[in-house]
């Protein structure tokens, strides 16, 4: 049983492929790059994921590590 299962929480699919892309365009302002890392077109990420969170708010979900160790990828 998955844990969203286990809590109750209707899981969608894709789920965080689509908040990552969300956060990511967000943090880094740059559709080609976001594209190139998630295996879609520039266009696709621009017209799908543009303008959904602000910027402190990507910041803040690529800051959700366990026991509040900041580790960045980019």
Same mark, same amino acid.
């Given at each position: 049983?998955?844990?969203?299962?286990?809590?109750?929480?209707?899981?969608?699919?894709?789920? #965080?492929?689509?908040?990552?892309?969300?956060?990511? #365009? %967000? @943090?880094?302002? /740059?559709?080609? *790059?976001?594209? #190139? @890392?998630? &295996?879609?077109?520039?266009q696709?990420?621009? *017209?799908?994921? *543009?303008e959904?969170?602000?910027?402190? /708010? %990507? @910041?803040?979900? +690529? &800051?959700?590590?366990?026991?509040?160790?900041k580790? *960045?990828? +980019?």
């Amino acid at each position: 049983m998955t844990a969203a299962k286990k809590a109750n929480v209707a899981w969608k699919k894709n789920a #965080l492929r689509h908040s990552y892309a969300s956060y990511r #365009l %967000a @943090e880094c302002a /740059d559709a080609s *790059r976001v594209s #190139l @890392e998630m &295996g879609n077109t520039p266009q696709m990420v621009f *017209r799908h994921y *543009r303008e959904l969170v602000k910027q402190a /708010d %990507a @910041e803040k979900w +690529f &800051g959700i590590v366990p026991n509040g160790t900041k580790i *960045r990828m +980019f």
